[in-house]
């Protein structure tokens, strides 16, 4: 048993089941330890993964982990966060040549301003802690490497896309074509360089009924968007709301825009448009870009991420030619069905060194 999954947590990140769940269809043995009748547990049950509960008390904890280690010949642990983690550098000091993994998967870019002194677990990468690290964030996995020095230590995961239904109390009105953004506001550049765009697009006649829905990440930015599109006299055109909403007005929409112009991006957004037949209009952002240029570029439009104008050119193509949004909902569905899953257990066992 090469790897001990280490977690003391309720649940794991979708991420990170989808790794457990790829390393099971390669038939690795690997063994999940998580905490008795917790939610982990009874997920590792479903998928008949190979998993121990740990007890509750901490020092049993600890004995139970360094047993099982010393007994089944574990070569890794993978800690799925901080206090796994101080379990495993226990257990480290008292089975020499134990290596300690971590990954990390949730959003935490915010352009050029961001600090990982606010996640203590990505800090602990920063300290060494970790002997290999893997995200599945590009913008991540360069930063980490560029700040704290430790490619080689790092690993880049296959980001795995999960799908829900959307759902919409509100009827499509099929005279109307949508757009759609979902906005971090991560820059002040993007949401003005959208705008203008929009202002654009309803400067030139479609023969078309317009309207755009955006959902904010933040229900504080809400007013400021609002405001914007004042400034730029289209608020009669816009419909904004936060997050919640987003169910809501994202089945309306016929059209998706990635528009960050810095940062991690919307990658995720990315594969949701895709695989929900919604023709895609991408910034030319380095994580948008890695995506929609991989194979072919039937699956989207791309734009230079600061200029509007090529932004509104290519909502104009949308717009009027049937063809192309025909060949995009095509290209987007090929893309969403590739089963990035099967992969996944490769790229993680060939960092480890375990293929």
């Given at each position: 048993m090469a790897i001990l999954f280490l977690s003391t947590r309720q649940i794991l990140h979708n991420q990170s089941k989808n790794l457990l769940v790829s390393l099971k269809s390669k038939d690795f043995p690997f063994c999940f330890a998580c905490p008795e009748n917790s939610l982990n547990a009874g997920f590792a049950s479903a998928r008949a993964l190979a998993f121990s509960e740990l007890p509750e008390n901490g020092f049993m904890r600890f004995l139970a982990v360094k047993k099982y280690v010393r007994q089944n010949g574990v070569t890794h642990i993978h800690a799925f966060d901080e206090n796994a983690l101080k379990l495993a550098r226990r257990?480290?000091?008292?089975?020499?040549?134990l290596q300690i993994v971590g990954d990390w998967h949730d959003r935490v870019m915010n352009g050029a301003e961001m600090n990982i002194k606010k996640y203590p677990y990505l800090q602990a990468f920063a300290k060494g802690r970790f002997d290999v690290f893997f995200c599945s964030s590009p913008e991540l996995f360069q930063y980490l490497g560029r700040t704290c020095g430790g490619q080689e230590r790092l690993g880049l995961l296959p980001f795995v896309p999960e799908f829900s239904a959307a759902s919409?109390?509100?009827?499509?009105?099929?005279?109307?074509?949508?757009?759609?953004l979902h906005s971090y506001c991560e820059n002040d550049r993007d949401l003005p360089l959208v705008?203008?765009?929009?202002?654009?697009?309803l400067q030139e006649p479609c023969g078309r009924k317009l309207?755009?829905?955006l959902c904010a990440e933040k229900t504080e930015c809400v007013a400021q968007i609002l405001g914007l599109a004042q400034e730029y006299g289209i608020e009669d055109r816009i419909v904004c709301a936060d997050k919640s909403f987003f169910s809501v007005f994202y089945p309306l929409c016929d059209s998706v825009l990635c528009a960050s112009s810095d940062g991690e991006g919307d990658y995720s957004m990315i594969y949701r448009a895709?695989?929900?037949?919604?023709?895609?209009?991408?910034?030319?952002?380095?994580?948008?870009?890695?995506?929609?240029?991989?194979?072919?570029?039937?699956c989207a439009l791309l734009y230079p991420r600061d200029d509007a104008a090529s932004l509104a050119k290519c909502m104009q193509k949308i717009l009027s030619d049937g063809v192309l949004c025909r060949q995009l909902a095509a290209g987007g569905k090929e893309k969403a069905g590739q089963n990035l899953a099967e992969i996944l257990a490769e790229e993680y066992l060939k960092k480890l060194n375990l293929s």
């Open positions: 257990v480290k000091l008292f089975v020499p040549g919409s109390r509100l009827e499509k009105d099929p005279q109307v074509f949508g757009f759609f705008l203008q765009a929009v202002q654009k697009v309207c755009f829905f895709w695989h929900d037949g919604k023709m895609l209009i991408a910034s030319d952002l380095g994580v948008h870009t890695k995506f929609v240029l991989s194979d072919s570029m039937d």
